[in-house]
Structure formats: C-alpha cells, structure tokens
C-alpha cells in the first residue's frame, strides 16, 4: 500500500512548530506516540474527514468522542447558523439552557439540578469541589489510567496522554494538591476498602469513569461499581460518575442506566454539546443546591450556557431520543465487533478487542486488560504500525493505543465493510 501525499499537512505542521507548543494545542494530536505526523484537517463530512492534501478518511476519532452524528449534520449545522445569526454570547440566562437541561435530565434522571459549564475539565473540577464543600472533607479517589480533565487533582496516574507521553505525573501540579488524590487500580474494590479503613473520616468523594475509556476501553468487572456504590454509602463519601466520554456513548442514558448504579454527581461533556464546547455537572439537589448563587461553592464562566453550545446540545439530543438511531449505532458496533474477532480469529491472534456500546479498542497484547497495569502490557510498537497502516487505507484511528475509538450514526454498513477490509491487511 502506497503511502498518502501530505505534503501540506507535513508543511503546515513544520510552521506550527514556531506558533504552537509542539504544533498543536492538545497533545495526542501530535501523533508522537506512533512515530508520525498530524494531519491538518479541512473538512468532515458524515463518517469522513478530508486533509487539507484532498486525502480522506473514514473516522473513528470522531473529534474524541462527540461526534456521535457525524462530521456537519445537516441539522446541527442549521441550528448554529440560526442560532448565530441572533447573537453569540449574551452572559444572561437564555431559554435554550432550560431545554438543554430538560433534555439532559430525561436521559441521566439522577442529576435534579445541572450546570452548564464549557469542558469536561471544567465540569470534573466543578464537581470535586463541591464534593468536598458537601461532605468538609479533602481527599479523593481515583484510579490508575483514568482521565478526568488537566485539574492539578487528576494529573496523578491519568492515562492516555499523560501515560502516552512518559510523565506519570505533570511538573507544575503542587505536590500538596497531588497528595490529596488517593489512587486505587480500577477494577480493585479491595484497594479501595483498604484507602477507606486509612483514612475514614477524611475522603470526600471517588471520582470514576465507570467504564474506563482513557487507557483504553476498559469495561467495570462484575460487582466493582455496585462496590463503589456501597463503599461510598458506608463511609460518607460521594461517588462521582465522570461520564464525559461514556454519556450516550455506551448507552443513551450513560453508564449509570447500562449497570443500574445512580451516582450522586454526574459529569458530562462530549457528545452533549453537538461539536461545540461544553461540559456539565449535575446530582441530587441537596448537593448542587451549594453551588452559587444558590449557596456558597463558587463556580462562574463567562461562556457558561452560551446559545450555540446549547443550541447544538439541544438538537443533538433531540436526534438521540428517536430510539432507532441508537439502535442503529448498536448494530453497527456489533458489525465492527464481531467483523474484528473473525479476523483475529482467522490470523490465529490473540489480541483483546474491548468494546462497550460505541467505544473500542484493540489492545495489542495477548492478557486481557482490566487496569491500567495490563493495559500498559499492550505493544505500543504493533499499535503504531497498525495506526500507520490504517492510514494509508483511508481509516483514521486515535493516534495511541490507550484511546478508544467511536462509531457516529453515519458508520453505515458499507463503512465497517471498507473497515474490516483495513484491518484484514494492516493487521501483521
Ligand atoms: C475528555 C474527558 C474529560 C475532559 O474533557 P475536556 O472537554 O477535554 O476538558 C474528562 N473526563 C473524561 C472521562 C473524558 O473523557
């Protein structure tokens, strides 16, 4: 297979390199962890994306998680232009953020008040303050290999960038803030007893992605989140579902309705903002009835709720509630799914496909992975190749073996078709 022409993509990022921090402004998207070079994007449309060389590809990147309609939707597109046309950004309350919210709480009725904010880092940040205003206690919970956002609390142990790049923990976090966050390994309730019998009086909340997605797709074994759930009750604590990535993702309603777990706050981002910025948290009321001006935990943004954010969010959930697009989407991960473990089967490889609802990945390693520990056994050299050579048939995979990939609405039979294609030659 001939290599791609990107000449101007490699032209643009060479430029990029005196502008930006290593050429980008978020850095998975350097590429670095497979050897290669970005591409510079000009368009999307549908399941593909086309470089600014004319190449295209079907995507499975998906923006990291939000495009579950698409690259453009027709729909969403129009809404933003309308909605553009009336004025961007008023710092007022406008009607759209009370239909947003009604939307987002018919799919997660666990969240009775929810706040708008613009990034999953806003809304992780957000919530574990509050958690700790509500419970007055300092110390969280999380696990190896889980991401929730830049905050300095998380950038312990947190998975996929920060592990793709070597530093297990960020230069410029204060070692008095990262000393607050306990890490446990996910899938490990017996460590996370242990960290509660340490400290009982003082641990406000965990915080969880209930199926892992940043080290990779990792889904909860059996009885871990009921775990949390009562370990949480028994010791006083919160147990915070970050679902920025896994809300209507693995199942419309999140994590929390696929396993029947109702967390006590909710994060969410991604998907809910239809390709355009924006982030949530929300939970019982008792809880987010400290967040100002209704009580005393400061949280403010000037952006918060801005009408084309929610006017996207709002069209893009309204797509969602018609039952037929989720099950289409289910039927096509389950095209790609069993496409993918035909042809591990036939090339006699022992590779672990993890999947839940849109999210996958294919680890390259032979155990199966259930932390962080055995997700960093995986091969990251056969990863890269493999990433390379999807490339060049045209399928746009995360530049990182410790990412998941996404299907949107628009991966249509035809597109898993010319995938699983892909991946017969590129998998050697
Ligand atoms: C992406 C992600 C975040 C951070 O969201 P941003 O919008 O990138 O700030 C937080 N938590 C999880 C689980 C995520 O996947």
Redesign the pocket.
Known sequence: MQSKNITRSQELFQQAQSLLPGGVD?PVRAFRSVGSQPLFIDRGEGAYVYDVDGNRYLDYVLS??PLILGHANHDISRVICTTAQKGTSFGAPIPLELELARRVMGFYPSMERVRFVN??????MSAIRLARAFTHRDLIIKFEG?????TDSFLVQAGSGVATLGLPDSPGVPTVTANQTLIAPFNDLDAVKAIFQSYPHQIAAIIV?PVA??MGVVPPVEGFLEGLRGLTEEFGALLIF?????GFRVHPGGAQTLYNIKPDLT?L??VIGGGV?V?AFGGRQAIMDLIAPAGPVYQAGTFSGNPLAMAAGVETLRILENPIVWENLEARSKQLKDGVLSILRKKALNYHLQSAGTMFTLFFTENPVSNWASASLANREKYAQFFRNMLDYGVYLAPSQFEAGFLSSMHGEHEILLTLEAIEQSLV
């Open positions: 978020s990291w998680g990034s999953g880092t806003e809304a992780t889980c991401y929730h956002g830049h992605e997605g940043n970050d679902e920025v990535m896994t994060t981002g991604k910025p982030g």
